[in-house]
């Protein structure tokens, strides 16, 4: 199974609602990942996790709130976002960090939208 | 910090070679990386580049020349599935989070 799978694959939120993505990777991998992705951009890093444990945050501000549960699980729990927030959030896997050149699997993505 | 640029837009025929260049600028260097991303769709892995020269995988070539900071992707045979946005990428100070350019978007006509 290389699959990494998003849910749910759009939201429509308002700014004052609090929401939760999920991501779910069975490939063993022990690096996780979100990025942003906005139209006709290219994916931003935002949050890496490694073993679990989160190794970077790119200085997102805490309106974006990341989980790791355990190895297979990712979440991003979404509060009090902004209109420009609105984007593709893309959750990705690799097997470990620091391999530079080691592939990264992306899930769908989920298209948020926020009112 | 890095800074990767490649061209916008492309455009080619069916059956027909595009190559798709990628200058970078970076504290470090590990290697470069191309992902393709349909419309609508996840990035997938293409390639990584750690050493000079080029890496054939099927119809899809990729080439690095360090002393230049310049790499390219070929793309041969080309076929309308091959309409894409393609990014150059580098891993984020030698780990394998990724930094990409700007992308560029291939069209391919009959």
């Known amino acids: 199974d290389t699959e990494v799978t998003q849910t749910p694959k759009h939201l429509v939120m308002g700014m004052t609602n609090k929401k939760s993505l999920k991501c779910e990777q069975h490939?063993?991998?022990?690096?996780m990942y979100w990025y942003k992705q906005k139209a006709k951009k290219p994916p931003e890093l935002m949050f890496v996790y490694s073993y679990e444990k989160l190794s970077i945050n790119e200085s997102v501000p805490s309106r974006f709130s990341p989980e790791c549960p355990n190895s297979s699980l990712l979440n991003l729990h979404l509060h009090a976002l902004q209109p420009e927030d609105s984007a593709l959030y893309l959750c990705?896997?690799?097997?470990?960090?620091?391999?530079?050149?080691?592939?990264?699997?992306f899930g769908p993505g989920t298209r948020l939208t926020v009112l | 910090g890095q800074s990767l640029e490649q061209p916008s837009e492309v455009t080619a025929v069916e059956g027909a070679i595009v190559q798709i260049n990628c200058t970078y600028q970076?504290?470090?260097?590990?290697?470069l990386s191309w992902y393709q991303q349909h419309d609508g769709g996840a990035p997938t892995f293409l390639s990584y580049?750690?050493?000079?020269g080029l890496e054939e995988t099927g119809r899809f070539s990729s080439f690095l020349s360090r002393s230049d900071s310049y790499g390219y992707l070929l793309l041969q045979e080309l076929q309308m599935k091959d309409s894409a946005s393609y990014f150059c990428?580098?891993?984020?100070?030698?780990?394998?989070?990724?930094?990409f350019g700007k992308g560029t978007r291939l069209s391919v006509i009959a």
């Open positions: 490939m063993g991998h022990r690096a």
């Open positions: 580049n750690a050493l000079d």
């Open positions: 970076t504290s470090g260097f590990y290697g």
């Open positions: 990705a896997s690799s097997q470990v960090l620091g391999q530079p050149g080691a592939e990264q699997f």
């Open positions: 990428a580098v891993p984020t100070s030698g780990n394998t989070p990724l930094v």
